[in-house]
């Protein structure tokens, strides 16, 4: 199988006091291949950060699997070591990420030195420094983050995640923290290591601008599932599940033509609705449009059909097959 990071009906649920559970990722498949751009997308609080975590090992699924071309994610150290190699982190925030005392090339080299690869460590923290957009290279090694800009500082974080070459990397909110002025360099700076090396990316996002400038796929992430994903210029321009199309409907020269005001609070995790988890907020039932399939929207939580458009919604699939 070739190097796609896979997970297969992956699930994180967590004890909470009184005996509730919370299921922040209830049963996800995603795949991420090399050379595409996948954005995970939805409110905050979705899980879209958690789902991230466990595809990098960084928390335990408690059910399904995650993989790396075919081979599941183990659990010992060893393991977890060799999946990271080729599945690289890039957190939100480089100056959290980024040690203030460690010079630039200490920050990039680190990865190195976990992984103990020690051949020609200066020429591996340049090519990564470079392709990173930092150039030349070596004026950049004794350097400190406070001495960098907020876009270099993230350069050095990617840097610092391409010097094991990995095949995969995962981006959670990657330009958040950034002026708008540098949050497109940073984004052309994926896009180009996507196009030049082949990288691949899961792009955890809120912002569904960000994912159409950058994204080749889009998965839209609603209370732990994923509730509609395709080629992002069809769910963007014809969004079929109604809490894609309230997202959607607020977008600048939106397709869909009035704003939709979704009802209520995103639920918490360890109260999601029984039936279809969107009931509650879903604009299709509340205008009643949705009457003809409302006894399954309220006796079953509808599955993410097949294809490469695919949603999860009784009244799309019934639609579909009128
Ligand atoms: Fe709304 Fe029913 Fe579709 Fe759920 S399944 S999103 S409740 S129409």
Request: aromatic fraction near 4%.
């Amino acid at each position: 199988m070739d190097k796609v990071l896979t997970a297969r009906d992956l699930r994180v649920e967590f004890g909470l006091p009184g005996g509730r559970t919370a299921r922040a990722v209830d049963g996800v498949d995603l795949d991420v291949a090399p050379g595409e751009i996948v954005a995970l997308a939805g409110e905050s609080g979705c899980g879209k950060t958690t789902l991230a975590r466990t595809l990098l090992g960084l928390e335990r699924a408690t059910g399904g699997e995650v993989a790396f071309g075919g081979t599941p994610l183990g659990r010992s150290t060893k393991a977890l070591k060799a999946f990271r190699r080729h599945v690289q982190l890039v957190l939100q925030d480089p100056s959290g990420a980024l040690n203030p005392r460690h010079t630039v090339y200490d920050a990039v080299a680190e990865g190195l030195r976990i992984h103990g690869i020690t051949d020609d460590e200066p020429g591996r923290v340049a090519d990564a420094l470079a392709r990173a957009g930092l150039r030349p290279p070596e004026r950049f090694f004794l350097a400190y983050p406070h001495e960098l800009s907020g876009g270099q500082r993230q350069r050095v974080v990617i840097a610092g995640a391409l010097v094991l070459e990995p095949s995969i990397l995962v981006a959670d909110e990657p330009v958040a923290s950034l002026d708008a002025s540098v949050r497109g360099e940073i984004l052309s700076l994926l896009l180009r290591l996507k196009e030049d090396a082949g990288l691949g990316a899961l792009v955890i996002t809120h912002d569904l601008g960000l994912a159409w400038s950058i994204a080749d796929r889009i998965a839209i992430m609603y209370l732990g599932r994923i509730v509609e994903q395709g080629p992002v210029e069809q769910v963007l321009t014809d969004p079929q599940h109604p809490y894609t199309r309230a997202l959607v409907s607020v977008l600048p020269d939106s397709p869909v033509a009035e704003p939709i005001v979704l009802a209520g609070e995103l639920p918490d995790a360890s109260k999601i609705p029984g039936g279809c988890r969107f009931r509650p907020r879903c604009q299709e039932v509340a205008s009643g449009s949705a009457l003809a399939v409302l006894g399954q929207c309220e006796g079953e939580d509808p599955v993410l059909g097949s294809g490469a458009h695919a949603v999860a919604c009784h009244l799309v699939h019934a639609r579909m097959a009128a």
